[in-house]
């Protein structure tokens, strides 16, 4: 065969020319895209990177005023099992109804179903030591549930979240120690929990996240969540030698640890105090702030709801959010304008008569006016007395023509002044401005009229939150200056402070200063004068100065006849000659009886002198003579804290080395520890532990305790020595 060579070497010729110019195209546009274009496809992969994702920061820690942990962060897992995980899918049929059937390579499917029979029991026992909320058959039962229906994406743990020791355990079982995730199936999902080791301690304060995602919804924990949230890395993963390895573009930033002003054992006081009046009173609720007279710091907040299984929780911040018609303990206020504006002397008296007053068309009554009322009295038994005609006369007398300078006067002295809190839900305090007509009169459609200012003047027809009472009554303890109410000290990271925020004066000079004395002078014998009905919120040990208060409840927009529902109270401050910490106590109940000196008084009373005793330290040598050795009775818990209490006595200790926990025995010269073994995986035995022991121990485990009574734990519902289990709620009797 003859071969036209002429045409073959066109032909060739064509091709080469057509590859050239194939291939400077391609270099053409290679070097427009290098130079021209470089800056839009760097702009383009940039955000089109499709394995960039973030890494979270560690949320910062929420810390007590002494360095103890109250709030922090911990992982938690939830671990689910993909069945079919490697089986290979074949074309889904079609059922005679129509529907698809997905259909998978039945020798794969049994070999998977093979190998989770053959680990089944030794997994399933496996669970059942990890998570003891569900036994060895239940475990079981679920597991082949399962693998029979050939789910795709089935909890291990069903309603069960898996904390880190849990996790390592449950990856060593058979099938989940597979190196290769995608041969055994496992999938996990890692999260944040928020960890309260005091448990309920200050809880609504503290705050509370939304799990798993991470994200803060109340109290500190929101008002800050800038600062302990951090800032996120960003990581990528890139493919090498057929394996894909995780690269950090930018490493995070872990959030900062807040410094509180909360004190543990004093807020422990508050609340166990609080509680045990609660139930008593069969209370519908409580609240007690407690504050640091100089600093404005609060100590101890509680706030605390009756719950229908007759318990009591921290359900929402009453102290900061609750606009409450605060009843006599506003009368401080009204009598203290009078005073500052010159109106009102302490010298001056006024004729309560029967304790029945007609305040323009409407029955002003005293609490005794079916005794007869008080009839004369000074100013200082105005309110020593709580006389709501004493009160409502005075103020009506000199305001009744220009209300207008009453509420001015109230805001000036702080009872109305807002407090600017970062908390979300914080409540300013709500006092109605009269405004003029045209005539000079007050409009009646401001809702003001004739009576109201008298019902204002005594604690009706405005809405105060706790938090405003006590910050008036801590101005009036700190010399006239009121301080703005601080909730953290401080941020830190390390354990090394960063930044402390300072004191705040809201208003250097609440009044003048002959008011400010006369005031204080009258407090002082509302508590410590025998006429005074704050008398039951007194110490034998110190003087206590303040006001009591008694408000019906409004219910409908009303009051209603028959309805006994009040909120009792009492707020003030102690030494009063050198006063340290404010306290307001607030307890609203359908008791019988309604009395604020007497059912808030003795609660402000037992806190006041619990943390009076903390602070000071006394002459214990009480043995009667100078050879004898006084070894007092220490209760059961942490040695670490018993050790440093009584070194600080100058008290001698042995025995308990090495050991967090142990008992305590007197013996002949000194106290005897004994080293407490407990197991992180037993509920521990905290009978004869006092509260804050007791609930530390039994929190740091995962456990949610309630608490009833006072003094050393005498029974514990979860009997000691059995599986712990997580979220389980371990109620305490002390006695």
């Known amino acids: 065969m003859k071969f036209d060579k002429k045409f073959i070497n066109t032909r060739i010729t064509v ?15 290679a070097i427009y895209t290098a130079t021209v274009q470089n800056e839009f496809w760097k702009s383009v992969g940039a955000v089109s990177v499709s394995d960039t994702m973030p890494l979270p920061a560690n949320r910062g820690n929420i810390l007590s005023a002494d360095g103890q942990l109250m709030a922090s962060s911990l992982p938690d897992y939830k671990v689910y099992i993909d069945f079919l995980s490697g089986v290979e899918r074949l074309p889904d049929s079609v059922a005679s109804n129509g529907s698809r059937i997905k259909r998978y390579k039945p020798d794969q499917v049994a070999e998977k179903d093979s190998m989770w029979l053959t680990n089944m029991d030794s997994i399933c026992r496996g669970l059942a030591r990890i998570c003891p909320n569900y036994t060895y058959d239940e475990h079981l039962e679920h597991m082949m549930k399962g693998l029979r229906e050939h789910k795709r994406y089935w909890d291990v743990s069903p309603r069960i979240v898996l904390n880190f020791i849990q996790y390592n355990e449950l990856m060593q079982l058979p099938v989940f120690n597979l190196r290769n995730r995608y041969e055994s199936g496992l999938s996990v999902n890692p999260r944040n929990n928020r960890n309260k080791p005091f448990g309920s301690l200050a809880r609504r304060t503290l705050g509370e996240m939304y799990g798993a995602k991470d994200s803060a919804r109340s109290g500190l924990e929101l008002a800050f969540d800038s600062l302990l949230r951090g800032e996120p890395g960003m990581t990528h993963t890139k493919k090498v030698w057929k394996k894909f390895l995780p690269i950090i573009d930018k490493e995070p930033v872990d959030g900062y640890d807040l410094v509180s002003t909360i004190d543990v054992s004093m807020q422990d006081i508050c609340e166990s105090a609080l509680r045990e009046k609660l139930h008593e009173l069969e209370a519908s609720m409580g609240v007690v702030v407690l504050m640091e007279v100089k600093t404005g710091d609060v100590k101890a907040i509680v706030n605390l709801m009756r719950y229908d299984d007759g318990e009591y929780y921290e359900a929402r911040n009453y102290a900061l959010a609750a606009l409450m018609e605060p009843g006599s303990t506003f009368k401080t206020a009204s009598i203290l304008v009078g005073l500052d504006d010159g109106y009102i002397k302490t010298t001056d008296y006024v004729d309560t008569g029967n304790g029945l007053c007609n305040m323009y068309g409407a029955t002003m009554k005293d609490h005794n006016w079916h005794r007869g009322g008080y009839g004369t009295i000074d100013v200082p038994h105005v309110l020593m007395v709580s006389s709501n005609v004493g009160v409502s006369k005075l103020i009506d007398k000199y305001y009744h023509n220009q209300p207008d300078k009453f509420v001015e006067g109230l805001r000036r002295v702080g009872i109305g002044t807002p407090l600017g809190l970062p908390f979300d839900g914080a409540a300013d305090p709500r006092i109605r401005m009269p405004h003029k007509d045209s005539r000079g009169g007050y409009r009646m459609s401001d809702n003001w009229s004739a009576t109201a200012l008298a019902w204002m003047s005594i604690g009706y027809e405005t809405q105060i939150p706790p938090i405003s009472t006590v910050s008036f009554y801590n101005a009036i303890a700190n010399g006239g200056k009121m301080v703005r109410p601080r909730f953290v000290k401080g941020i830190s990271r390390g354990g090394e402070m960063v930044e402390e925020f300072p004191v705040e004066v809201i208003r250097p000079q609440i009044c003048k200063k002959s008011a400010l004395e006369d005031i204080q002078g009258i407090l002082y014998r509302v508590v410590n004068d025998k006429d005074g009905l704050g008398k039951r919120a007194g110490n034998p040990y110190f003087h206590v100065s303040g006001k009591t208060g008694t408000a019906q409840v409004a219910t409908g927009g009303g009051y209603k006849a028959g309805h006994n529902e009040h909120l009792v109270s009492f707020c003030g401050y102690y030494p009063s000659e050198d006063p340290k910490y ?39 040598n009480l043995a009667k003579d100078s050879t004898a050795v006084l070894v007092p009775q220490v209760k059961k818990g942490n040695v670490l804290a018993a050790r440093y209490v009584l070194e600080q006595l100058g008290m001698k200790s042995r025995g308990g080395d090495g050991y967090e926990w142990g008992t305590a025995s007197a013996g002949a010269d000194c106290v005897e520890f004994q080293a407490l073994k407990m197991d992180d995986n037993l509920v521990p035995d905290v009978l004869g532990m006092g509260a804050k022991d ?6 740091s485990r995962g456990m949610n305790v309630r608490m009833r009574g006072k003094g050393r734990v005498a029974l514990q519902s979860v009997a000691s020595g059995t599986k712990v289990v997580k979220g389980k709620t371990v109620s305490l009797v002390l006695k």
């Open 582 to 620: 404010t306290c307001i106590v607030a307890i609203r109940h359908a008791y019988y009886v309604a009395s604020g000196g007497g059912q808030a008084g003795p609660v402000f009373s037992k806190i006041a002198q619990r943390i009076y005793s903390k602070n000071v330290t006394t002459d214990i």
């Open 15 to 29: 091709l080469v020319v057509v590859a050239a110019l194939v291939m400077l195209a391609i270099m053409g546009r």
């Open 694 to 699: 007791a609930v530390y121990a039994l929190s």
